[in-house]
């Protein structure tokens, strides 16, 4: 049985919804003999027929000719399906504006026209009003989760019908949002069938929604001007600047905490960056995927960025990118510990602090000075005024860097959704589309095409 196991293994970590397999063999067959001879494993095909399919493409299609105000929302499963060029074909042809989930950021540049932003928990605000403005949702390989439908679901596109293709069955049935079509299909598979039948059907124009959307964009960035003028680095105009001076050929890796909403709430994607974060469990310590991420890219310049806290889960594997001379750029976003607790212990705890900082118990250690004992480049951004010819100078330096940013304790992360507390200590969401902080309740219905 073990030549079955480890084939078995072999196919499920990289076929349907790819990823790691834990296989443990224990002790006793550990030692045992194999005979050359091994039961092989025989691959499950799926019972769902094609023409079940197509008959569930051609429901999506009349639902998307029916629309006047669709939106697609791409996901990791677009890239899992190796289905990039189908994507860009399909919404090149239908022209519709497109959202991303987090690990899908790279899946469509973010100058292209139909790109509006990325909607969630904590969002651009043009992503957010395209969900609760739009009339039709067509997910695709989105695992459809809190980050991104908000703490309550029911309320995320309250206006629009949803259609979901999602080749987990388990994740299309969870509790969650009102689903109008599910569809259990390879992401792949479902955009060829969509491709055929649209040649046939002539495309409704979107001008007027693309323009909507792209007037949002406009006129939320995510970057506003006083960010430019603080006198430590605030992270959402690092993240910015640093997308701007990245090349298209970069491979992106960002950790969690803070760095994972602000970098992937700002960073302007290029055709042909690849874009990887821990989207699906967001575990702190993420940055060493950098190593891997470089070497199987053939050793194209990585650029890291993750925070203070974060770079100490895995600090050991700094010594794996210097013995290796790997082109990685780390950037430390240094918030003296970790900002997402501390404005949580503000908020909810009345400003009981533990664990957060310095003050409270967390040591945080001389980044310069761990680079040093690595034998790794250290490089200092200790100012606004600094960064761009900083960043110029860990961007060009052959070898691995390691570069502390000196950022804001108290740097608000936003726009967020927001709950209240009440008086028997229970949370309440505010509406999706309502992000804190608050627009003028008039301004706020005059972003709104649908009812509040």
Known sequence: MVGYYLEEAYFLA???????????????????EVGKKLEKYRIQKSQRSKKTLKKEVKKTLDLFLESKRPLILAGQGVRIAKAQEEFTAVISKI????????LGIDLIASDNPLFVGRPGLYPDRAANFAVQNCDLIISLGARLDTGIVGYDPKDWGRHAKKVVVDLDLEEINKPGINIDLAIKSDVGDFLVEFSKLLKNRSVTNFDK????????????????????????????????????????????????????????QTWEVKT?????????????????????????????????????????????????????????????????????????????????????????????????????AYGILGVSINNTSQVEKKMEQVLSYKGPVLCDVKSPEWQLVIPRISSSRQPDGSMISRPYEDLFPFLDPAELKSNMITEL
């Open 14 to 32: 990289t076929s349907a919804r790819s990823g790691p397999v834990w296989l443990e063999v224990p002790l006793d067959i550990q030692r045992t």
């Open 95 to 102: 022209k519709a504006p497109v959202v991303t989930t987090r």
């Open 209 to 264: 929604w693309i323009s909507i959307c792209s007037s949002w964009r406009k006129k939320y960035p995510m970057v506003l001007p006083e960010y430019r003028r603080e006198k430590l680095v605030n992270s959402y105009y690092f993240a910015q600047k640093l997308s701007r001076l990245a090349a298209a050929d970069d491979v992106i890796v960002v950790d969690t905490s803070s760095p994972f909403h602000v970098v992937c």
């Open 272 to 372: 042909g960056q690849r874009f990887l974060t821990t989207g699906g469990i967001s575990t702190m310590g993420y940055w060493p995927s950098s190593i891997g991420a470089c070497l199987a890219s053939g050793g194209r310049r990585t650029i890291v960025v993750t925070g203070d806290g974060c770079l100490q889960m895995n600090i050991q594997e700094l010594a794996t990118v210097v013995a290796n001379k790997l082109p990685i750029k780390i950037f430390v976003i240094n918030n003296n510990g970790y900002l997402l607790i501390r404005h949580t212990q503000k908020t909810h705890m009345e400003g009981r602090f533990m664990g957060e900082s310095p003050k409270t118990g967390l040591l945080i250690p001389n980044i310069l000075k761990i680079a040093d």
